[in-house]
């Protein structure tokens, strides 16, 4: 019972199935625009926008407000680091099973869930930290 997709909604659907990683609205933007098929930008807010109520793209918002796009094949977690804002992806899912339990007991359609990790990375910790240890 869902309406046809448009044209742009496509579009910004086969962009981000083609990438490997989440991206910005503002990225999507410029991604169309290199390819040819530019879409102004209040209208790759409006087709995310019903993409995600449709359940096949998924919003991560950014510890510096920046909201990402992927799409909803990942299941996919990071590590955010707080000074550097670097994000390494994670390979596992800690919540998989719980996913479903949560659809069972709250009949709940589920379309995705967030998780995620913050603090210092191997490179930001302080180094005083393992040099204090003898
Ligand atoms: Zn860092
Ligand atoms: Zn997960």
Not at 64 to 89: A, F, K, R, V, W
Not at 96 to 109: A, D, I, P, R
Request: proline share 2%; net charge neutral; glycine share 6%.
């Amino acid at each position: 019972m869902k309406a046809a997709r448009t044209r742009s909604q496509d579009r910004i659907l086969n962009l981000l199935k083609s990438l490997k990683q989440a991206v910005s609205a503002q990225d999507i933007y410029v991604e169309l625009r290199n390819r040819s098929q530019g879409v102004g930008l209040a209208t790759v807010y409006r087709a995310l926008e019903s993409l995600k109520l449709e359940g096949v793209v998924q919003v991560r918002t950014l510890a510096n407000g920046e909201s990402l796009y992927g799409c909803m094949q990942q299941d996919q977690h990071h590590l955010t680091c707080l000074q550097c804002g670097t994000s390494i992806p994670i390979d596992e899912c800690p919540v998989h099973q719980l996913e479903t339990q949560l659809q069972q007991s709250y009949h709940f359609k589920v379309f995705y869930h967030t998780l995620e990790f913050f603090g210092l990375c191997d490179q930001c910790q302080p180094v005083q930290a393992t040099a204090s240890e003898f």
